[in-house]
Antibody
């Protein structure tokens, strides 16, 4: 049973960099076949995919966030991370880490972390 | 970039069936089985309910079913129960290897 746990500051100042980590237990981030993902949800709004990393280094991002987002993996800690730079109040959201099962014909998120609220302050 | 459109809300009485539609705007939707559905009760993380259009993960009740016709995927909840009250999101894996979500549908059990 895989478990994912987000960690990081709950408050970030505007213009600075949001940094979150996701610790994975019950699975290895270096195993192929899984895409380690970040998704966010603005308060009272829907889900927004940020991006994912697979094969310990290949990444895809939401085109609207690609210029500010970086996802990386630390296989020694069995973690993957999100950095989002130049944040504004519009980046205030609950951030989820998740494990996606992806192939050439489908991609679905089977396992989710509990989510962590990040508030951007001015 | 593709977009997925869902109705903001649907409702039904216990025991009834409700169907949530998810309509895509690009040719991605018609190809392969790229759709999945997620349930999110208030204050909780989303949960996978349907993958590859119509497959249910282990533990998901069989009253949840998925289908697709043309550019529209659908989630049907048969025999609606009070515990089914939640937000539901469709998702599509695009041919560009990105993921998009629909805007979400609130299901209310009357």
């Amino acid at each position: 049973q895989v478990q994912l746990q987000e960690s990081g500051p709950g408050l970030v100042k505007a213009s600075q960099t949001l940094s979150l980590s996701c610790t994975v237990s019950g699975a290895s981030v270096s195993n192929g076949g899984y895409y380690w993902s970040w998704i966010r949800q603005h308060p009272g709004k829907g889900l927004e995919w940020i991006g994912y990393i697979y094969d310990s280094g290949s990444t895809y991002y939401n085109p609207s966030l690609e210029s500010r987002a970086t996802i990386s993996a630390d296989t020694s800690k069995n973690q993957f991370s999100l950095k989002l730079n130049s944040v504004t109040a519009a980046d205030t959201a609950v951030y989820y880490c998740a494990r996606a099962h992806c192939s050439s014909i489908s991609c679905y998120i089977g396992d989710w972390g509990q989510g962590t609220l990040v508030t951007v302050s001015s | 970039q593709s977009a997925l459109t869902q109705p903001p809300s649907v409702s039904g009485s216990p025991g009834q069936s409700v169907t949530i539609s998810c309509t895509g705007t690009s040719s991605d939707v018609g190809d392969y089985n790229r759709f999945s559905w997620y349930q999110q009760p208030p204050g909780t993380a989303p949960k996978l309910m349907i993958y590859e259009v119509s497959n249910r993960p282990s533990g998901v009740p069989d009253r949840f079913s998925g289908s697709k016709s043309g550019n529209t995927a659908s989630l049907t909840i048969s025999g609606l129960q009070a515990e089914d009250e939640a937000d539901y999101y469709c998702s599509l894996h695009t041919s560009s290897s990105t993921v998009i979500f629909g805007g979400g549908t609130k299901v209310t059990v009357l």
